[in-house]
């Protein structure tokens, strides 16, 4: 910190604005966004494993006992529309496959294509 020129009624000094900022106290996370934040890692996971597979395979991702197939659904629906890449996925019983081929027995569309 240097002074510059004397003021009469000021007194004017440089500052770093390295000095000005400060931390803000994180918030922690409640257990249920822990677990939200996990869950859609691993979904990521496997969605980058569902990538680097060829068309004629596919990912197969099974329920644990106390998970709901509508959460996992809306999960894994919100995150391939945030990071699109050209796969499917289908449900089968408690298990959802993701793959870039088309998944026999489903429609036959990608989840954004026109009717």
Same mark, same amino acid.
């Given at each position: 910190? @240097?002074?510059?020129?004397?003021?009469?009624?000021? =007194? #004017?000094?440089?500052?770093?604005? !390295? =000095?000005?900022?400060?931390?803000?106290? /994180?918030?922690?996370? @409640?257990?249920?966004?822990?677990?939200?934040?996990?869950? !859609?890692?691993?979904?990521?996971?496997? %969605?980058?494993?569902?990538?680097?597979?060829?068309?004629?395979?596919? #990912?197969? %991702?099974?329920?644990?006992?106390?998970?709901?197939?509508?959460?996992?659904?809306?999960? &894994?629906?919100? %995150? &391939?529309?945030?990071?699109?890449? !050209? &796969?499917?996925?289908? %449900?089968?019983?408690?298990? *959802?496959? *993701? @793959?870039?081929? !088309? *998944?026999?027995? /489903?429609?036959?569309?990608?989840?954004?294509?026109?009717?």
């Amino acid at each position: 910190m @240097s002074q510059l020129a004397r003021y009469k009624h000021l =007194m #004017v000094k440089k500052v770093s604005l !390295d =000095m000005l900022r400060t931390e803000k106290p /994180g918030r922690e996370l @409640s257990p249920r966004q822990r677990a939200t934040l996990e869950r !859609d890692r691993e979904l990521r996971a496997a %969605i980058n494993e569902a990538a680097a597979l060829p068309a004629s395979e596919a #990912v197969a %991702i099974e329920l644990k006992e106390g998970q709901k197939m509508p959460t996992l659904r809306a999960a &894994l629906t919100r %995150i &391939l529309n945030a990071e699109p890449r !050209d &796969l499917r996925f289908g %449900i089968r019983g408690q298990t *959802i496959y *993701i @793959s870039k081929g !088309d *998944i026999p027995g /489903g429609r036959g569309r990608r989840k954004n294509a026109p009717r």
